[in-house]
């Protein structure tokens, strides 16, 4: 249990009384003390504590300094276990207890530091020979700025006089791993020390910030959602590894004990949802394994809640599952990935790779802070080397990859190309056949709006499109041109006696008999309205066209119209307009013709009759 400020102000100078007390106890209990001394000889600049130390599990918290310092002399403490460092997460108070000989006469002034920043509470109380008792405190419980140095590592400067034996005893309470490295540096030993650390940790943060800046321009460029939980995840456990190693106390919260705390079970969660998330997306789980993605999504629901459900639990529960935590997360992703590799994704491979070192590293780190493991190099910066060599590997996966999407999706382009350009090709000959369909419906609807619908000949529109061409053409060639209107005798009669079926009857035969008469000359034939028919026969003169209009009288009544079995007996009333055409244009002819067309049928019908300018002179 932390002491408070209340019992630092008032209960000190007790604290010190009880201690110096207990120093005159009679000297055999004194004299019992079973921990060896740690000698330090004139070339000594780092002593390790470690094999020295003995120790107390004080596991209510509630033992005095005094007393702690009276279980020492008497043999009370034990040895480390098998001499690890790395304890656990254990609950209530540890007391530790060293005594220390400095022969070396050049160094009165030591630095003890415990080579692990994340314990909470530190108590040192360095008890001389002559009964003097000083008392330091340390731990992430109390400001940045009351360290004696001001380094990651939680440290005590203290004397220790040539030749006589001092005793330390330092009480820790924390909620996080319990780890005791306890090391004596000289200044200037640990000065070089952590120089030589923080090149390596610079080492690392370097390679993570290049990882970073690198992956960066490639998911600006390729706007990959990969390549974007990929920094999601550096971004994520640079800062759980910021936090694990003291530079978050040191550099970002100095005054927040509380959110000292707390930073390594967010940030771990958060290290975890973005791990998570950037193996769904590079293993492709939605589409490739739907029950795998289904768990991610679980995995990823339950870090996040207990990333904010850690704010008010506490550190004690909160920081051990957090840590249990990443092995079941690495495990996970890598049964994930085994399953995808089965399935013949080859990126998943380097995956694979990737999450093995990391697995290793991690599995290090973690089992050292349950105390499963010796502090050593590979344990104690396990993560560090297990994340920085499953970052490269997972840069160079992404890249391949991105590779293999580009070469796939170039397949892809290129077969669906070739069967686009096969369907072109089709599409292309269908589409000439249905133009040429369309050209065909399209050259029977334009004769088709171009013809009589009862007769099958032509009608009034296209006759004066194709003769105003006539017309044309004998005024330039000064060709005469004959133009014959044909009215059908007596037909209102013929459709009040035998009804319009047997009118349309006879305008079809009648029809009939004159397009054989006028085929034989060249001649544009045409129904002009009701029983009327126009035709225009060129290089005919007036001579000539009479006697076709003659003809075309004979035809009509040389044999009767059957309908129903009665016969219907026909004739014709027939005007005449020929000549070279000079200025009357079109309309002018056919009203000349017309004209010569209503003689015919004051003076009787059934005959010829030609225009009075017919028989003019040329021009």
């Given at each position: 249990m932390a002491l408070g400020p209340v019992w630092l102000l008032h209960g000190r100078a007790l604290l010190l009384a009880l201690l110096a007390l207990s120093c005159l106890l009679p000297a055999p209990t004194c004299a019992a003390a079973p921990s060896a001394p740690a000698l330090i000889d004139a070339a000594t600049t780092r002593a390790s504590l470690a094999?020295?130390?003995q120790?107390?599990?004080d596991t209510a918290g509630d033992i005095e300094p005094g007393e702690a310092l009276r279980l020492a002399r008497a043999g009370g403490f034990e040895p480390l276990p098998d001499g690890r460092t790395a304890l656990g997460f254990q609950p209530g108070a540890h007391w530790f207890h060293a005594i220390v000989v400095n022969r070396n006469a050049r160094e009165r002034d030591w630095l003890l530091v415990q080579e692990y920043p994340l314990s909470d509470r530190l108590d040192l109380y360095v008890v001389h020979a002559d009964r003097t008792t000083l008392h330091h405190a340390g731990g992430d419980h109390l400001p940045f700025a009351s360290r004696a140095v001001r380094d990651r590592h939680p440290n005590f400067r203290i004397s220790l006089p040539v030749g006589e034996p001092v005793e330390l005893l330092l009480r820790i309470e924390s909620q996080s791993s319990l780890q005791v490295p306890l090391v004596l540096y000289t200044p200037v030993a640990y000065a070089g020390h952590a120089r030589d650390s923080l090149l390596v940790i610079g080492l690392y943060y370097g390679i993570i910030l290049a990882l970073f800046v690198y992956n960066l321009v490639l998911w600006l460029s390729l706007r990959d959602a990969s390549y974007f939980w990929y920094l999601f995840h550096i971004c994520a456990f640079g800062l759980v590894l910021f936090t694990l190693n003291g530079f978050g106390f040191e550099y970002l919260w100095p005054d927040s004990p509380w959110l000292a705390d707390r930073a390594v079970p967010m940030s771990i969660c958060l290290a975890l949802v973005a791990m998570q998330q950037f193996a769904r997306h590079f293993l492709e789980l939605p589409r490739r394994w739907s029950l795998g993605n289904a768990i991610s999504l679980g995995m990823i629901g339950f870090f996040i809640a207990f990333g904010i459900a850690s704010i008010w639990l506490p550190y004690r529960t909160a920081t051990p599952v957090a840590s249990g935590a990443v092995l079941v997360g690495v495990a996970w992703i890598l049964l994930a990935t085994i399953h995808v590799v089965r399935q013949g994704y080859a990126p998943a491979k380097l995956l694979l790779l990737a999450w093995l070192a990391f697995l290793?590293?991690?599995?290090?780190?973690?089992?050292?802070?349950?105390g499963l493991l010796p502090k050593n190099l590979a344990t104690g910066y396990g993560v560090q080397i297990g994340s920085a060599l499953e970052m490269l590997l997972l840069s160079v996966a992404l890249g391949y990859r991105y590779a293999s999407l580009r070469n796939e999706n170039e397949?892809?382009?290129?077969?669906?190309?070739?069967?686009?350009e096969g369907k072109v090709a089709q599409r292309t000959q269908e589409l000439r056949g249905a133009l040429t369909q369309l050209e065909e419906a399209h050259a029977r609807l334009r004769d088709s709006?171009?013809?009589?619908?009862?007769?099958?000949?032509?009608?009034?529109?296209?006759?004066?499109?194709?003769?105003?061409?006539l017309v044309r053409h004998a005024a330039d060639e000064q060709r005469p041109l004959a133009v014959l209107m044909i009215d059908l005798d007596h037909f209102?009669?013929?459709?009040?006696?035998?009804?319009?079926?047997?009118?349309?009857?006879c305008l079809r035969i009648a029809a009939r008999r004159i397009g054989r008469v006028l085929r034989q000359h060249d001649a544009l034939l045409a129904r002009f309205g009701g029983e009327e028919f126009v035709a225009a026969l060129p290089g005919h003169d007036a001579a000539a066209a009479t006697a076709v209009g003659h003809a075309v009288c004979t035809?009509?009544?040389?044999?009767?119209c059957l309908f129903e079995s009665r016969e219907i007996m026909l004739s014709a009333s027939i005007g005449i307009h020929a000549g070279v055409p000079d200025n009357q244009g079109v309309d002018g002819l056919l009203?000349?013709?017309?004209?010569?067309?209503?003689?015919?049928?004051?003076?009787?019908?059934?005959c010829v009759r030609m225009s009075p300018a017919s028989a003019a002179p040329i021009a």
């Open positions: 094999p020295h130390l120790l107390l599990h290793a590293g991690t599995a290090a780190f973690t089992l050292l802070a349950f397949r892809i382009v290129a077969e669906a190309t070739a069967r686009l709006s171009r013809r009589d619908g009862l007769t099958g000949l032509y009608n009034r529109t296209w006759f004066r499109e194709e003769f105003a061409v209102k009669a013929i459709n009040d006696r035998h009804g319009h079926l047997g009118g349309d009857e035809a009509l009544a040389s044999t009767p009203a000349a013709a017309d004209s010569a067309l209503y003689v015919a049928k004051a003076q009787g019908r059934g």
